[in-house]
Protein backbone atom coordinates (compact mmCIF):
# COMPACT_ATOMS: atom_id res chain seq x y z
CA UNK A 1 0.00 0.00 0.00
CA UNK A 2 0.92 3.65 -0.68
CA UNK A 3 2.42 5.63 2.24
CA UNK A 4 -0.98 7.48 3.90
CA UNK A 5 0.15 10.62 4.75
CA UNK A 6 4.07 12.01 5.90
CA UNK A 7 3.99 14.91 8.61
CA UNK A 8 7.14 17.27 10.30
CA UNK A 9 6.19 17.73 13.72
CA UNK A 10 8.87 19.76 16.58
CA UNK A 11 9.98 17.91 19.40
CA UNK A 12 10.27 20.83 22.54
CA UNK A 13 9.66 18.45 25.89
CA UNK A 14 7.87 21.52 27.49
CA UNK A 15 5.11 20.50 25.01
CA UNK A 16 4.58 17.89 27.38
CA UNK A 17 2.29 19.81 30.16
CA UNK A 18 4.23 17.60 32.93
CA UNK A 19 7.76 19.19 31.59
CA UNK A 20 6.09 22.40 30.77
CA UNK A 21 4.42 23.47 33.89
CA UNK A 22 2.27 25.90 32.47
CA UNK A 23 4.85 26.91 29.87
CA UNK A 24 3.29 25.24 26.86
CA UNK A 25 1.41 27.87 26.96
CA UNK A 26 3.50 29.78 25.18
CA UNK A 27 2.89 27.32 21.83
CA UNK A 28 -0.71 27.14 22.09
CA UNK A 29 -0.52 27.22 18.04
CA UNK A 30 1.83 24.39 17.57
CA UNK A 31 0.53 21.91 20.21
CA UNK A 32 -3.33 22.54 18.12
CA UNK A 33 -1.78 21.49 15.40
CA UNK A 34 -0.17 18.41 17.09
CA UNK A 35 -3.46 17.41 18.59
CA UNK A 36 -5.10 17.58 15.35
CA UNK A 37 -2.72 15.72 13.93
CA UNK A 38 -3.11 13.22 16.01
CA UNK A 39 -6.69 13.15 15.64
CA UNK A 40 -6.19 12.39 12.06
CA UNK A 41 -3.75 9.91 12.62
CA UNK A 42 -6.25 7.93 15.09
CA UNK A 43 -8.54 8.58 11.43
CA UNK A 44 -6.35 7.17 9.65
CA UNK A 45 -5.19 4.18 11.69
CA UNK A 46 -2.00 3.15 10.17
CA UNK A 47 -0.31 -0.23 11.13
CA UNK A 48 3.18 1.12 11.18
CA UNK A 49 4.52 5.14 12.46
CA UNK A 50 8.06 5.93 10.73
CA UNK A 51 9.42 7.99 13.67
CA UNK A 52 12.43 10.14 11.69
CA UNK A 53 14.42 11.06 14.48
CA UNK A 54 18.06 13.35 15.09
CA UNK A 55 18.44 12.27 18.68
CA UNK A 56 18.70 8.85 18.63
CA UNK A 57 22.16 6.79 17.74
CA UNK A 58 23.84 9.54 15.18
CA UNK A 59 26.57 8.26 13.23
CA UNK A 60 28.61 10.62 10.65
CA UNK A 61 28.66 7.70 8.06
CA UNK A 62 25.70 5.29 8.46
CA UNK A 63 21.99 5.46 9.18
CA UNK A 64 21.15 3.74 12.20
CA UNK A 65 18.14 1.99 12.99
CA UNK A 66 16.41 0.83 16.34
CA UNK A 67 16.15 -2.87 16.51
CA UNK A 68 14.87 -4.92 18.75
CA UNK A 69 11.14 -5.82 19.42
CA UNK A 70 10.44 -2.98 21.45
CA UNK A 71 11.51 0.32 23.51
CA UNK A 72 10.38 2.47 26.38
CA UNK A 73 11.28 5.89 27.46
CA UNK A 74 10.22 8.86 29.84
CA UNK A 75 11.26 12.34 30.23
CA UNK A 76 13.01 12.00 33.46
CA UNK A 77 15.98 13.94 32.31
CA UNK A 78 13.07 16.91 32.28
CA UNK A 79 11.95 16.55 35.21
CA UNK A 80 8.48 13.68 34.49
CA UNK A 81 10.09 10.72 35.44
CA UNK A 82 5.99 9.93 35.55
CA UNK A 83 5.39 10.48 31.94
CA UNK A 84 6.62 7.20 29.84
CA UNK A 85 5.88 5.74 26.79
CA UNK A 86 6.19 2.42 25.26
CA UNK A 87 5.98 0.96 21.69
CA UNK A 88 6.85 -1.77 19.72
CA UNK A 89 8.59 -1.94 16.57
CA UNK A 90 7.69 -3.36 13.34
CA UNK A 91 10.41 -5.90 13.14
CA UNK A 92 9.25 -7.26 9.37
CA UNK A 93 9.61 -3.48 8.07
CA UNK A 94 13.10 -2.71 9.78
CA UNK A 95 14.79 -5.73 8.60
CA UNK A 96 12.74 -4.79 4.56
CA UNK A 97 14.63 -1.50 5.16
CA UNK A 98 17.87 -2.53 6.17
CA UNK A 99 17.96 -5.33 3.10
CA UNK A 100 16.80 -2.52 0.43
CA UNK A 101 19.20 -0.30 1.79
CA UNK A 102 22.33 -3.13 1.43
CA UNK A 103 20.76 -3.98 -2.05
CA UNK A 104 21.10 0.13 -2.68
CA UNK A 105 24.32 0.59 -1.27
CA UNK A 106 22.85 2.89 1.34
CA UNK A 107 24.95 2.58 4.37
CA UNK A 108 21.97 1.77 6.54
CA UNK A 109 20.67 -1.16 9.32
CA UNK A 110 20.40 -2.07 12.74
CA UNK A 111 24.20 -2.35 13.81
CA UNK A 112 25.72 -0.06 16.44
CA UNK A 113 23.04 1.09 19.01
CA UNK A 114 24.43 2.95 21.83
CA UNK A 115 21.17 3.89 23.80
CA UNK A 116 18.05 1.59 23.74
CA UNK A 117 15.67 3.63 25.19
CA UNK A 118 13.28 5.89 23.14
CA UNK A 119 14.52 9.60 22.71
CA UNK A 120 12.78 13.02 23.39
CA UNK A 121 12.93 13.66 19.44
CA UNK A 122 10.67 10.66 18.95
CA UNK A 123 8.33 10.58 22.42
CA UNK A 124 6.81 14.33 22.38
CA UNK A 125 5.56 13.37 19.20
CA UNK A 126 4.55 10.05 19.93
CA UNK A 127 2.82 11.15 22.72
CA UNK A 128 0.32 13.32 21.19
CA UNK A 129 -0.52 10.57 18.71
CA UNK A 130 -0.72 7.79 21.45
CA UNK A 131 -3.31 10.24 23.85
CA UNK A 132 -6.00 9.14 20.67
CA UNK A 133 -4.30 6.19 19.18
CA UNK A 134 -1.98 3.49 19.94
CA UNK A 135 -2.92 0.31 18.40
CA UNK A 136 0.40 0.54 15.32
CA UNK A 137 3.37 -0.55 15.27
CA UNK A 138 7.17 1.83 14.90
CA UNK A 139 10.19 2.08 13.15
CA UNK A 140 13.09 4.37 14.81
CA UNK A 141 15.47 5.67 12.16
CA UNK A 142 17.80 8.33 12.80
CA UNK A 143 19.76 10.92 10.92
CA UNK A 144 23.53 10.62 10.09
CA UNK A 145 26.29 12.95 9.28
CA UNK A 146 26.19 12.18 5.51
CA UNK A 147 24.96 14.49 2.57
CA UNK A 148 21.49 16.15 2.01
CA UNK A 149 21.65 13.65 -1.03
CA UNK A 150 22.23 10.54 1.13
CA UNK A 151 19.46 11.50 3.08
CA UNK A 152 17.22 11.42 0.50
CA UNK A 153 17.74 8.51 -1.05
CA UNK A 154 17.63 6.64 2.36
CA UNK A 155 13.92 8.28 1.93
CA UNK A 156 13.70 6.53 -1.10
CA UNK A 157 15.14 2.83 0.06
CA UNK A 158 12.13 3.43 3.06
CA UNK A 159 9.34 3.82 0.45
CA UNK A 160 10.55 0.82 -1.64
CA UNK A 161 10.50 -1.25 2.00
CA UNK A 162 6.91 -0.21 2.55
CA UNK A 163 5.54 -0.91 -0.38
CA UNK A 164 7.64 -4.20 -0.56
CA UNK A 165 5.97 -5.30 2.78
CA UNK A 166 2.48 -4.02 1.71
CA UNK A 167 2.55 -2.18 5.22
CA UNK A 168 -0.09 1.23 5.58
CA UNK A 169 2.14 3.97 7.19
CA UNK A 170 2.44 6.98 8.29
CA UNK A 171 6.09 9.15 8.29
CA UNK A 172 7.01 11.80 11.18
CA UNK A 173 10.14 13.33 10.51
CA UNK A 174 10.99 14.90 14.10
CA UNK A 175 12.41 18.61 12.97
CA UNK A 176 12.62 21.70 15.53
CA UNK A 177 13.79 24.84 13.07
CA UNK A 178 16.57 26.97 14.13
CA UNK A 179 17.62 27.65 17.63
CA UNK A 180 19.03 30.87 17.39
CA UNK A 181 15.96 33.07 17.32
CA UNK A 182 16.27 35.08 20.08
CA UNK A 183 18.89 37.01 21.79
CA UNK A 184 17.80 36.02 25.32
CA UNK A 185 17.20 32.34 24.50
CA UNK A 186 19.02 29.52 25.12
CA UNK A 187 21.36 29.08 22.08
CA UNK A 188 21.40 33.16 21.57
CA UNK A 189 20.48 34.97 17.92
CA UNK A 190 22.54 34.57 14.81
CA UNK A 191 20.84 36.21 11.50
CA UNK A 192 21.23 32.56 9.79
CA UNK A 193 18.56 31.54 12.31
CA UNK A 194 15.68 33.38 11.17
CA UNK A 195 16.79 33.43 7.24
CA UNK A 196 17.40 29.68 7.71
CA UNK A 197 13.69 29.49 8.85
CA UNK A 198 12.44 31.12 6.24
CA UNK A 199 13.51 29.47 4.16
CA UNK A 200 12.27 26.09 5.40
CA UNK A 201 8.93 27.11 5.97
CA UNK A 202 8.48 28.72 2.82
CA UNK A 203 10.11 25.27 0.95
CA UNK A 204 7.54 23.28 3.17
CA UNK A 205 4.51 25.21 2.77
CA UNK A 206 4.94 24.41 -1.58
CA UNK A 207 6.24 21.25 -0.91
CA UNK A 208 9.33 22.98 -3.14
CA UNK A 209 11.64 19.99 -1.83
CA UNK A 210 14.18 21.18 -4.64
CA UNK A 211 14.70 24.48 -2.60
CA UNK A 212 15.38 22.36 0.40
CA UNK A 213 18.87 20.92 -1.26
CA UNK A 214 19.22 24.80 -2.31
CA UNK A 215 19.44 25.98 1.62
CA UNK A 216 23.22 26.27 2.40
CA UNK A 217 25.30 23.83 4.32
CA UNK A 218 27.23 27.10 6.35
CA UNK A 219 23.38 29.07 6.88
CA UNK A 220 22.09 25.27 8.26
CA UNK A 221 25.29 25.13 10.57
CA UNK A 222 24.83 28.92 11.85
CA UNK A 223 21.22 28.30 12.42
CA UNK A 224 21.82 25.57 14.89
CA UNK A 225 18.82 23.42 13.37
CA UNK A 226 18.11 19.87 13.98
CA UNK A 227 15.08 19.85 11.60
CA UNK A 228 16.69 19.76 8.05
CA UNK A 229 17.96 16.06 7.36
CA UNK A 230 14.93 14.64 8.98
CA UNK A 231 12.88 16.22 6.39
CA UNK A 232 15.10 15.40 3.53
CA UNK A 233 14.42 11.62 4.69
CA UNK A 234 10.71 12.30 4.63
CA UNK A 235 11.05 14.19 1.16
CA UNK A 236 13.25 11.15 -0.48
CA UNK A 237 10.10 9.15 0.94
CA UNK A 238 7.64 10.74 -1.55
CA UNK A 239 10.04 10.76 -4.68
CA UNK A 240 8.00 10.71 -8.23
CA UNK A 241 4.68 11.39 -6.06
CA UNK A 242 2.38 14.06 -6.32
CA UNK A 243 2.15 15.37 -3.29
CA UNK A 244 -0.02 18.27 -1.43
CA UNK A 245 1.57 20.33 1.48
CA UNK A 246 0.31 22.55 4.42
CA UNK A 247 2.53 24.39 6.73
CA UNK A 248 -0.12 24.10 9.62
CA UNK A 249 1.68 26.37 12.03
CA UNK A 250 5.39 27.89 12.67
CA UNK A 251 6.31 29.86 16.07
CA UNK A 252 9.27 30.59 17.91
CA UNK A 253 8.94 32.06 21.59
CA UNK A 254 11.53 30.35 23.39
CA UNK A 255 13.90 31.64 20.53
CA UNK A 256 13.51 27.69 18.85
CA UNK A 257 11.85 27.21 15.65
CA UNK A 258 8.50 25.09 15.66
CA UNK A 259 7.11 24.36 12.89
CA UNK A 260 4.13 22.03 11.58
CA UNK A 261 3.05 20.71 8.23
CA UNK A 262 1.34 17.52 6.73
CA UNK A 263 2.38 16.19 2.94
CA UNK A 264 -0.45 14.29 1.64
CA UNK A 265 0.76 12.08 -1.30
CA UNK A 266 -1.75 11.84 -4.01
CA UNK A 267 -0.16 9.69 -6.49
CA UNK A 268 2.48 8.73 -8.95
CA UNK A 269 4.38 12.08 -10.76
CA UNK A 270 7.34 11.31 -12.85
CA UNK A 271 7.98 15.03 -12.89
CA UNK A 272 8.59 15.28 -9.05
CA UNK A 273 12.37 13.40 -9.45
CA UNK A 274 13.33 16.16 -7.05
CA UNK A 275 17.13 14.51 -6.40
CA UNK A 276 17.60 14.04 -10.47
CA UNK A 277 16.86 17.57 -11.15
CA UNK A 278 18.87 18.58 -7.86
CA UNK A 279 21.85 16.25 -9.35
CA UNK A 280 21.89 18.01 -12.82
CA UNK A 281 21.86 21.43 -10.88
CA UNK A 282 25.14 20.40 -8.53
CA UNK A 283 26.77 19.27 -11.62
CA UNK A 284 26.07 22.11 -14.37
CA UNK A 285 27.09 24.42 -11.22
CA UNK A 286 30.08 22.67 -10.67
CA UNK A 287 31.18 22.57 -14.35
CA UNK A 288 31.07 26.54 -13.99
CA UNK A 289 33.33 26.42 -10.94
CA UNK A 290 35.61 24.02 -12.84
CA UNK A 291 36.02 26.38 -15.45
CA UNK A 292 37.31 28.86 -13.45
CA UNK A 293 40.03 26.19 -11.50
CA UNK A 294 42.83 28.02 -10.88
CA UNK A 295 46.84 25.82 -11.66
CA UNK A 296 46.58 25.50 -7.88
CA UNK A 297 42.99 23.71 -7.46
CA UNK A 298 43.32 22.17 -11.06
CA UNK A 299 46.42 20.52 -9.91
CA UNK A 300 45.09 19.07 -6.30
CA UNK A 301 41.65 17.90 -8.27
CA UNK A 302 43.64 16.08 -10.98
CA UNK A 303 45.77 14.18 -8.45
CA UNK A 304 43.06 13.29 -6.51
CA UNK A 305 41.39 11.51 -9.53
CA UNK A 306 44.35 9.71 -11.03
CA UNK A 307 44.94 8.44 -8.18
CA UNK A 308 41.80 6.97 -7.96
CA UNK A 309 41.79 6.01 -11.59
CA UNK A 310 45.01 4.41 -11.81
CA UNK A 311 46.17 3.79 -8.11
CA UNK A 312 49.44 5.53 -8.82
CA UNK A 313 50.66 9.20 -7.74
CA UNK A 314 50.24 11.78 -10.04
CA UNK A 315 53.69 13.16 -11.64
CA UNK A 316 53.92 17.25 -11.97
CA UNK A 317 52.68 18.33 -14.88
CA UNK A 318 54.25 21.09 -17.25
CA UNK A 319 52.58 24.67 -17.47
CA UNK A 320 52.27 25.29 -13.83
CA UNK A 321 53.26 29.05 -12.62
CA UNK A 322 57.15 29.03 -12.01
CA UNK A 323 56.12 29.78 -7.99
CA UNK A 324 54.60 26.24 -8.06
CA UNK A 325 57.80 24.34 -9.19
CA UNK A 326 60.89 26.81 -7.61
CA UNK A 327 59.07 27.51 -4.22
CA UNK A 328 58.20 24.94 -1.14
CA UNK A 329 55.81 25.67 1.50
CA UNK A 330 52.58 23.96 3.88
CA UNK A 331 50.10 22.85 2.20
CA UNK A 332 46.37 22.27 3.12
CA UNK A 333 44.13 20.87 0.45
CA UNK A 334 40.20 20.52 1.49
CA UNK A 335 37.86 18.95 -0.88
CA UNK A 336 33.98 19.64 -0.11
CA UNK A 337 30.75 18.02 -1.39
CA UNK A 338 27.53 19.90 -1.32
CA UNK A 339 28.83 22.43 0.73
CA UNK A 340 30.21 20.13 3.35
CA UNK A 341 34.06 19.06 4.54
CA UNK A 342 34.60 15.72 2.69
CA UNK A 343 38.56 15.47 3.44
CA UNK A 344 41.36 18.23 4.55
CA UNK A 345 45.27 17.17 5.11
CA UNK A 346 47.60 19.64 5.29
CA UNK A 347 51.39 20.36 6.12
CA UNK A 348 52.29 23.05 8.60
CA UNK A 349 55.75 23.68 6.68
CA UNK A 350 57.18 21.86 3.53
CA UNK A 351 57.52 18.13 3.41
CA UNK A 352 58.24 18.01 -0.50
CA UNK A 353 60.82 19.58 -3.02
CA UNK A 354 57.63 22.12 -3.80
CA UNK A 355 54.55 23.65 -3.94
CA UNK A 356 53.11 21.40 -6.93
CA UNK A 357 54.56 17.96 -4.81
CA UNK A 358 53.02 19.22 -1.76
CA UNK A 359 49.65 19.75 -3.57
CA UNK A 360 49.70 16.58 -5.15
CA UNK A 361 50.51 14.58 -1.87
CA UNK A 362 48.11 16.27 0.28
CA UNK A 363 45.26 16.17 -2.13
CA UNK A 364 45.70 12.51 -2.54
CA UNK A 365 45.58 11.98 1.70
CA UNK A 366 42.82 14.69 1.89
CA UNK A 367 40.50 12.47 -0.46
CA UNK A 368 42.07 8.90 1.18
CA UNK A 369 43.43 9.42 4.35
CA UNK A 370 41.06 11.98 6.43
CA UNK A 371 40.41 9.35 9.21
CA UNK A 372 37.25 11.34 9.72
CA UNK A 373 35.41 10.15 6.52
CA UNK A 374 35.46 7.33 4.24
CA UNK A 375 37.82 7.36 1.30
CA UNK A 376 36.56 8.82 -1.70
CA UNK A 377 35.07 6.89 -4.33
CA UNK A 378 35.16 7.38 -7.91
CA UNK A 379 31.23 7.90 -7.97
CA UNK A 380 31.48 10.90 -5.88
CA UNK A 381 34.19 12.77 -8.04
CA UNK A 382 32.46 14.61 -9.81
CA UNK A 383 30.20 16.40 -7.49
CA UNK A 384 33.63 17.58 -5.30
CA UNK A 385 35.35 21.04 -5.40
CA UNK A 386 38.82 21.62 -3.97
CA UNK A 387 40.39 24.35 -2.16
CA UNK A 388 44.05 24.59 -1.30
CA UNK A 389 46.15 26.89 1.43
CA UNK A 390 49.50 28.01 0.60
CA UNK A 391 51.12 28.77 4.13
CA UNK A 392 53.68 31.30 4.82
CA UNK A 393 55.97 30.58 7.80
CA UNK A 394 54.26 30.71 11.32
CA UNK A 395 55.17 33.43 14.04
CA UNK A 396 55.07 32.84 17.51
CA UNK A 397 51.92 35.46 19.35
CA UNK A 398 51.60 36.22 23.56
CA UNK A 399 48.19 36.21 23.31
CA UNK A 400 44.73 35.93 21.49
CA UNK A 401 44.72 39.97 20.99
CA UNK A 402 47.31 38.87 18.31
CA UNK A 403 45.38 36.85 16.23
CA UNK A 404 42.56 38.03 13.42
CA UNK A 405 40.45 34.83 12.60
CA UNK A 406 39.76 35.82 9.14
CA UNK A 407 43.30 37.11 8.28
CA UNK A 408 45.32 34.30 10.43
CA UNK A 409 45.36 30.83 11.17
CA UNK A 410 46.63 29.43 14.43
CA UNK A 411 48.66 26.66 15.74
CA UNK A 412 47.85 25.71 19.68
CA UNK A 413 51.49 23.54 21.06
CA UNK A 414 51.22 21.85 24.43
CA UNK A 415 54.45 19.34 24.70
CA UNK A 416 54.32 17.09 21.42
CA UNK A 417 50.62 17.85 20.94
CA UNK A 418 50.12 20.65 18.18
CA UNK A 419 46.52 21.55 16.74
CA UNK A 420 46.09 23.59 13.54
CA UNK A 421 43.36 25.88 12.43
CA UNK A 422 42.91 28.01 9.07
CA UNK A 423 41.96 31.01 9.02
CA UNK A 424 38.35 32.91 7.41
CA UNK A 425 36.31 29.37 8.26
CA UNK A 426 32.53 29.50 8.29
CA UNK A 427 31.28 29.71 12.23
CA UNK A 428 34.32 30.50 13.57
CA UNK A 429 33.82 34.13 14.25
CA UNK A 430 36.39 35.00 17.80
CA UNK A 431 39.90 34.12 18.66
CA UNK A 432 38.63 32.25 21.82
CA UNK A 433 36.67 29.72 19.18
CA UNK A 434 39.50 29.05 16.98
CA UNK A 435 42.27 28.50 20.23
CA UNK A 436 39.88 26.27 21.76
CA UNK A 437 39.19 24.22 18.18
CA UNK A 438 42.38 23.93 17.33
CA UNK A 439 43.40 22.43 21.27
CA UNK A 440 40.67 20.42 20.56
CA UNK A 441 41.68 18.43 17.64
CA UNK A 442 45.32 18.23 19.65
CA UNK A 443 43.80 16.74 22.05
CA UNK A 444 44.92 19.26 24.60
CA UNK A 445 43.07 19.68 27.59
CA UNK A 446 41.87 22.48 29.44
CA UNK A 447 44.46 23.67 31.81
CA UNK A 448 47.53 22.50 30.06
CA UNK A 449 50.17 25.16 29.18
CA UNK A 450 50.20 26.46 25.60
CA UNK A 451 51.90 28.17 23.10
CA UNK A 452 50.78 29.92 20.47
CA UNK A 453 51.67 31.06 16.84
CA UNK A 454 50.11 32.72 13.94
CA UNK A 455 49.83 32.11 10.42
CA UNK A 456 48.82 33.60 6.80
CA UNK A 457 47.46 31.79 4.03
CA UNK A 458 46.80 32.50 0.22
CA UNK A 459 43.89 30.50 -0.29
CA UNK A 460 42.85 28.77 -3.88
CA UNK A 461 39.18 28.80 -4.17
Same mark, same amino acid.
Given at each position: ??????? +???????????????????????????????????? $????? #????????????????????????????????????????????????????????????????????????? +???????????? +???????????? $???TEHYLFGQVIAKAVEATNRNVIIIA?????????????? =????? =??????????????????? $???????????????????????? =???????????? @???????????????? +?????????? @????? @???????????????????????????????????????????????????????????????????????????? #????????????????????????????????????????????? $???LDVKRYGVIVTSGRKRGLLLPNLDGIDTAEQQVEIAKNKAGIRKGEKIT??????????
Amino acid at each position: MPILKTY +TLPHPPLAIPAVGRGQEKEISATLAAMEKIALEIKQ $LAPET #IIYITPHSTVYADYFHISPGSKATGDFGRFGAYAVKLETTYDEQLINEISQIARQNDVNAGTQGEREKNLDHA +TMVPMWYINKHY +TDYKSVRVSQSG $LSSTEHYLFGQVIAKAVEATNRNVIIIASSDLSHKLKADGPY =GLTPE =GAEFDAMFTDAISKGDFLS $LFKIPHNIREAAGECGYNSLMILA =GCLDREKTDSNL @ISYECPFGVGYAVAEF +TPKGKNDARN @ILEKF @IELTLNDIENKRNMEDDYQTLARRSLEHVIASGELFAVPGGLPSEMINNAAGVFVSIHKEGMLRGCIGTISPTTAN #IAQEIIQNAVSAGLNDNRFNPVSAEELPFLTYKTDILFPAEKITG $LHELDVKRYGVIVTSGRKRGLLLPNLDGIDTAEQQVEIAKNKAGIRKGEKITLERFEVIRHG
